[in-house]
């Protein structure tokens, strides 16, 4: 059984700065990629940020020089440090890894619940 658990959403106002972390628990061999993504009411979840298990990353453009995305491999842990919030940053949060578990042979996906992230003008 393996689980993502975000933490550390909540409610800013424009120009402020919030930090996500997410925890994988459970039985877990290796984890591959990391990330997070987000949905915004009527919208489709979009990606907004990965990290390579070697450490390389990438950004969807809104996010760039605003957005940081780092991992603890020990602690099994992505975060994300989200700086200069803007209100159209406001959605629901999901962390997202691709891993294997002891046994297994194939990379699985897991996702967490989400946290919320509500960005005032």
């Known amino acids: 059984q393996v689980q993502l658990v975000e933490s550390g959403g909540g409610s800013v106002q424009a120009g402020g700065s919030l930090r996500l972390s997410c925890a994988a628990s459970g039985s877990i061999f290796k984890i591959n990629v990391m990330s997070w993504y987000r949905q915004a009411p009527g919208l489709q979840r979009e990606l907004v940020a990965i990290i390579h298990s070697e450490g390389n990353t990438d950004y969807i453009d809104s996010v760039k020089g605003r957005f940081t995305i780092s991992r603890d491999n020990a602690k099994d842990t992505v975060y994300l440090q989200m700086n200069n919030l803007k209100p159209e940053d406001t959605a629901v949060y999901y962390c997202?890894?691709?891993?294997?578990?002891?046994?297994?042979?194939?990379?699985?996906?897991?996702w967490g619940r989400g946290t919320q992230v509500t960005v005032s003008a």
């Open positions: 997202y890894a691709d891993l294997i578990r002891p046994g297994s042979y194939s990379y699985e996906d897991y």
